[in-house]
Structures are given as C-alpha cells and as structure tokens.
C-alpha cells in the first residue's frame, strides 16, 4: 500500500441514494413517462406530460413535441407546426411540414433544410451541425445538413445515435458501433426507434416496446411495460 | 230548441261512453266484456289479470267507483276514488282469483256505471313433487331445478303426481317444453288418478352447450318453470411453465402454459401473478408484473384440441422477476369452467448480493465521486468499502476504506416504494494538490449484503 501525501477525508463521505431511471419514453396513450428501476426491472412512473407527439433528450436539454408545440425542460414552450416530429436536441424536424428547426435561448429557430428525400432520424454531429438518416428511391443515406451524402446506411428503421446508429431487420436490432462492430438483439418485428435515455434507445414493434441497452459489454435488450390502465 | 234538446241527451252518454275497462297480458289490450271468465285454475293457486280502465276519450274522465264483490276475487293495489284518467291514459288494476275449495265462483266488477262478471272454476289437481335427480317445485315460484351437470351428459328427474283428493282427477295435458328438457315418460296424458293415487314420471335434462336453460312444464292448468345449467367437463389440468435458467431478481422471464391432453372445449380466463416479499422491509414490488399489461393479470385462452395456451394472443407472456426476493405466485382464474387440479405454482426469488447494475467513478476538483446503480434485493444494504489507487495499480494508504450506509439504505427503501433499485453517490472529499489528487486513477467498490458480498469491476476516474 502506497502512502500520498493528500489525505482522502473518508470521514465526511456522504451517500445519496435516489430511485435509479432509464429515461422517459411515451406509453401507449402518448402521456410521456419516465421508465424507472435497472435493465431488466423497470416501472413506468406517473405521465409529466399528456398528447406528446415525441420526445427526447440530451445531457442538457429534453425537447417534447405535443400537437402544436414544442415543450423544452426548462419551462419554455414555443408554436410549432402540427403532426409528428423527429427530435435530436437541440433540433427538431416537423415531418408533416418539412421544416427544421433549432432550440436556442428558449426559442425555436427555422433553419434552412436542403435534403431531399424522407428524413428518417437526425443527429447532432461532434462539430455541433446537424446529420440525416434520408430514405430514397435509391436506398438509405447518411446526409449532412448541406444534403452530402456522407455514408450509405441499410433500409428499413433506422436511428442515428451519437457514436453509430441502430438499424432493423425482420428478425432483428442491430446496433453498428462507429467502430464498425455490430451487436445483434433478438427483437423481430421492429418498426421504429425512439430515444429513451443515456445509454439506451427504444423499439416498438407491434404492440411492444423494447429496450436496448447500448453499453459496450452489458449490451442486453429487454421489454418496457404498459402504462397500466 | 230542437237542437238542444239532442244535445243535452248525447253530452252524458259520450262523457261515460270514454271508459272502456280492458284486459291487458302485457302485449295488447282487449276490451273486456260483460262476462269475463277465468277458467279452470288450480285450487290453491293464484291467477291475476291486469285489467285497465282506459280513457278513450278527448277529455278526462273520473274514476269514482272501482269495486268488487263476489267470493275468490280480489283487487290488488287498486287505485283510490276518485281517480282522474286524462285523455288516451289508463290505470291498472290487477284482478286475483284464488280458492282452495274447488268450486265454481263468480263476482261483479265495477267501474264506474261499467259492470264485468268475473268467472272462475277452481278445480281440485294433483300435487306435484320431486323424487329424484331434482328440486322444488319451489313454494313460491314452482320452479324445478335441474341443477348444474356438464355439457353432453343427460340428467333424469324423476317427478310424481299424486292425487290428494277424495274424488278421482283427470290429468288431461302433461307437456315439456324448452330447449334441452324432455322428452316426458312414464305418464301420457290424459290420465286419470284415483283417490290417494301416486305416479311418477321422468324428464330428461340434456344441455349441449355449457350455459344456464330454462323451459316449462304444464300440467293442465298449472305451469312449472323448468331451470338446468350445463358446465364445461373438467380441463385437463394446465401447467404453467418457466425456461430453465436460474430465476432470480431483475430477469424478464416468459411464461408459458400448457395442456397435458386436447382441451376438451374452447375457452378463456385470467392468469393472476402475487408477489410476497422475503423481507419485512416493503410489503411489495411494483415491478413484479406481467409486462405485456403492466398489470399482475393478463388473459389466457385456447380452443378445443389445443394443448398449448395462448397468453394474451401469444403464445407465453414475459413477466418481469422484481428487485425483491421472495416468491411468485400464478394461478389461474377461468372463466366458466373448472379444471382437474389447481395449476397454481409458485417461484422463488432467492436472496442474493448486490446485483451492479452501472459503476463509475468521476473527480471534481477536491472531491471524489462513485456513483453505483444496483439493487439489493435483501434490502439489507449498507456495509461497504472502498479501495483507490494509483496509475500503478497500488492500493493506496488507508487500503480499503470501510464505509457503513446502512441507515441511508433503510431509510431510502422506506421513503418509497419501487422496488430495491437504487442510484447510490458517494463523495470523497479529497485534499491535496491537482497533481496529487489526479494520482487517484482507479478504485474499486465492495457492496455487501445478508446474502452475500459484490464488487465492482475496477472503476477508473477519468
């Protein structure tokens, strides 16, 4: 054992212990919840908001989107056009309308949107602009905001994530790491990701909804539960 | 003066002519005559008609004289007089006949100037009991009960007609009536029984389906209600079915159930799940449920020849285990049937050390963080250590540093009710200077429990 010369005051150490959570997702009547427990053990709490369309979060921000506008966590609420949107904090594409936007200092900004083609997700990249998942006659791409094809992505649903992005087949999720490796998980019948939280995204497919747990080497897909009635 | 004369004639005719006195039998209206006649009716028993005095005129009319008199006859809750009747309306006024002594009877019915001769001939009957393979006929409604049997099987009653009279009596129509009862035998009518005389008969109860039947059975002028109810044969009991693997907490497992033969009859019902805790610490765990509700029941049902079960249309439902130990419980809830043993089975959640869910380690300036997501499913956390060291890999002075949160653990298990889940943080404060505390690379955490000790994998301060 190794004496410093600093001292690790273990006298004061204090714990907090709080209930742990996932994230939030949307229950089967669109009341937003947050999803509580540990992978593979999960409640869903009390809704903190009814007639959300979509949400999602990043480590400062949560966005919800509810018929006519967009909700952020801080308390600031502004007009957006109606129907669904895809949300990567801080922007927000209005699918029915075609319009992108960015949260900033409380507001929602237009921004000037150059794709053609079906948007299917969107991610904020490393350098702060905005990257495209766009289906096309030709197959699924990676786009920049500039609508530069960056790299081809496979059909089908697909979300892009931060360091890869998370992809189905008929039988199952696969998550491509930006390294390249992939990570099958036995979740047939996907049709659609949402964000659910640091670490984890959510697939529904049919009636259920799924959890992938993304972390390297606890990787582990698991159901979410019904809001009760 | 010719015309007045005329009118002042007809104006008193028309007033009493809007009154016209009606029988009613629930459907129709008909006017009732002069002489009304109720037929034969069993001594002893009752036979109401609803009669009804109707206004059939434009104007009202008042009812100022509603009576009877004569023997066996009797009005039931008669209105009282005066009553006045609008136009187009009616009251009722429901007439009983009843005697004991067989004998012909007659009364007069009066409403207002209207007068109706009631009739009746109460005529002595056989009684009527059952022997065997049913009941009643009840007191007070003659229903014969059948029972309950299964579906496809025939039930026989076995019912007897006496004559408790000194005169000899003549049966003249003995019918069954009703999906699923008779055919009669032993008796065909008309029959007739001598004083004292004693015959027995048989109805047969053959329900295809299981449900509740009911039919009649006349006697001349008596009616017995006939009742049965058919359930389905026994299901072969079911068995309700985990994978292989180990069961413990925090597991998402499926459900399966099953037939050990064809199932005799399409059905349908609940499976239930109860959870009890091992520990006196929380009564429940929010998160032992059946996911696919997010509730503790979720429908079953399977059609015949089928041996497996389908579990809310699949063909198992996964339930999730729970942050606490203790046992799980299903049993089943069917709808309309029975089963050949009870299926309930029960699962054992093992206590077991702490399950780590998440570890990491941060540094701030002069502190020290390690967050730990977990659960403890003996709720009996608290006692740990924590051991930090250098980029070497050496353990640094104090070595492992015992830390006792136990009472931080019990008080958060009882401010809340999810489950055993918790996200612990733990600060170090450290002193020293950048440098020296940046020496800090790594630690490891050891959580420790009634059932055991955990440790984390090293966790290394970015």
Not at chain 2, 15 to 30: C, K, N, S
Not at chain 2, 301 to 328: C, P, Y
Request: negative net charge.
């Amino acid at each position: 054992v190794r004496a410093f010369a600093f001292l690790i005051v273990i006298v004061s150490a204090s714990a907090q212990i709080e209930h742990p959570g996932l994230g939030l997702m949307l229950d089967q009547n669109g009341a937003a919840r947050p999803v509580l427990g540990v992978a593979g053990s999960v409640t869903l709490g009390d809704a903190i908001a009814n007639d959300v369309q979509a949400l999602a979060c990043s480590k400062r921000l949560c966005l919800l989107k509810t018929d006519a506008s967009v909700v952020s966590s801080s308390g600031e609420s502004a007009d957006a056009p109606p129907g669904p949107a895809l949300i990567a904090p801080p922007f927000i594409y209005f699918e029915r309308t075609n319009q992108l936007g960015r949260w900033t200092d409380g507001e929602l900004e237009p921004i000037d949107l150059a794709v053609d083609g079906q948007i299917l997700s969107l991610r904020e990249a490393a350098d702060g602009t905005i990257e495209f998942a766009v289906a096309r006659q030709n197959g699924v791409w990676l786009m920049d905001s500039d609508g530069t094809v960056i790299d081809s992505l496979p059909s089908g649903p697909v979300m892009l994530l931060q360091h890869g992005v998370i992809f189905a087949d008929a039988d199952a999720v696969i998550l491509r790491r930006a390294n390249g490796i992939e990570v099958r998980f036995d979740v047939a019948g996907a049709e659609s990701f949402f964000p659910l939280g640091e670490g984890y995204v959510g697939v529904r497919a049919g009636d259920s909804a799924w959890a992938i747990r993304m972390e390297p080497g606890r990787e582990q897909a698991f159901l979410l539960p019904r809001a009760a009635p | 003066v010719k015309v007045s004369l005329v009118l002042a004639l007809v104006l008193p005719l028309s007033a009493w002519a809007q009154l016209a006195v009606v029988t009613y039998d629930g459907t129709m209206e008909v006017p009732a005559a002069s002489l009304f006649d109720y037929g034969k009716v069993a001594a002893g028993d009752t036979k109401d008609i609803r009669f009804r005095a109707r206004n059939t005129g434009n104007s009202a009319v008042v009812l100022s004289t509603l009576s009877i008199a004569g023997a066996g006859f009797s009005m039931i809750n008669a209105p009282s007089t005066p009553y006045t009747i609008a136009p187009g309306n009616f009251v009722e006024f429901p007439v009983r006949f009843f005697s004991n002594t067989p004998a012909a009877y007659s009364a007069n019915l009066q409403v207002n100037s209207r007068s109706v001769l009631l009739m009746a001939t109460a005529v002595p009957v056989p009684a009527l009991t059952a022997a065997s393979g049913c009941t009643g006929p009840d007191p007070a409604t003659r229903t014969i009960d059948f029972g309950r049997i299964q579906k496809g099987a025939t039930g026989t009653c076995t019912l007897a007609l006496q004559n408790l009279s000194a005169q000899s009596l003549v049966v003249a129509a003995l019918a069954v009536g009703g999906a699923a009862f008779g055919p009669l035998q032993g008796l065909r009518a008309p029959l007739t029984l001598l004083p004292g005389e004693r015959v027995t008969f048989t109805i047969t109860f053959a329900p295809p389906d299981a449900a509740t039947y009911s039919g009649t059975l006349n006697a001349d002028t008596r009616s017995f209600p006939l009742t049965g109810a058919a359930f389905n044969p026994l299901l072969p009991n079911p068995a309700l079915a985990l994978d292989l693997a180990t069961i413990g907490s925090a597991q998402q497992r499926t459900l399966k159930m099953s037939l050990p033969s064809a199932a005799p009859f399409s059905a349908s019902g609940y499976v239930n799940l109860k959870f009890a805790p091992a520990t006196s610490v929380v009564t429940d765990d929010p998160a032992v449920m059946f996911v696919a509700t997010g509730t503790r029941i979720v429908p079953f049902s399977f059609k015949q020849g089928d041996t497996q079960v389908s579990l809310n249309g699949q063909a198992g439902t996964v339930f999730q285990t729970g942050t606490t130990a203790g046992t799980i419980t299903f049993s089943l809830t069917p709808a309309g049937f029975q089963m050949d043993g009870d299926p309930t089975t029960t699962i054992t959640i093992p206590p077991a050390a702490i399950g780590i869910d998440t570890a990491s380690a941060t540094r701030r300036a002069n502190d020290l963080d390690i967050a730990v997501i977990g659960y403890d499913n003996t709720y009996t956390a608290g006692s740990m250590s924590f051991t930090f060291y250098d980029a070497s890999g050496n353990a640094i002075n104090p070595g492992a540093i015992q830390a006792d949160f136990t009472a931080a653990f019990r008080s958060y298990f009882t401010s809340q009710s999810g489950g055993s889940a918790f996200l612990m943080r733990v600060t170090f404060p450290v002193t020293g200077t950048d440098a020296q505390v940046k020496q800090v690379a790594s630690a490891d955490v050891t959580l420790t429990n009634s059932a055991g000790v955990a440790r984390t994998q090293r966790l290394t301060f970015p």
